[in-house]
């Protein structure tokens, strides 16, 4: 898995410095035993798996989108589980010097996107 393409970005900026832009894939809120089965069923994929401390639910997390993000079983788990819209989603975190640059999805993120839909969050984080 590691030696696959990932659609992560670095947008070069006009002071030389770069954004980067980093596309996950997250079941969110999930219950405990769901998020134990869906665990099992992504044993050979690079996940994170995580219980927000004080919260009764789960997260999953593809930490990167790879080339060989497997649609089809994303699309089973999720009418297997009859997982809500609400309940998994892409997670796009841009990273910036300053607070007005901006990215643009890849095609392959939009083409992702169409196929499973879910939630489209975003996160700015700007840093020096």
């Excluded at 980067?20 to 997250?26: G, H, I, T």
């Excluded at 919260?55 to 994303?74: A, C, G, R």
């Amino acid at each position: 898995m590691k030696n696959e393409k990932n659609y992560n970005l670095k947008i070069e900026r006009e002071n030389g410095s770069y954004d980067e832009v980093n596309f996950s894939f997250r079941f969110n809120k999930v219950s405990e035993n769901i998020a134990f089965e869906i665990k099992d069923l992504l044993k050979e994929h690079d996940i994170v798996f995580n219980k927000p401390r004080g919260k009764d639910f789960y997260v999953i997390l593809f930490d990167t989108i790879e080339s060989n993000f497997d649609v089809n079983l994303i699309l089973n788990i999720i009418k297997n589980y009859e997982l809500d819209e609400n309940n998994f989603g892409f997670f796009i975190t841009i990273n910036s010097e300053y607070g007005h640059g901006g990215c643009f999805l890849p095609d392959e993120i939009r083409r992702l996107y169409k196929i499973i839909g879910g939630q489209l969050d975003f996160s700015y984080l700007i840093g020096d």
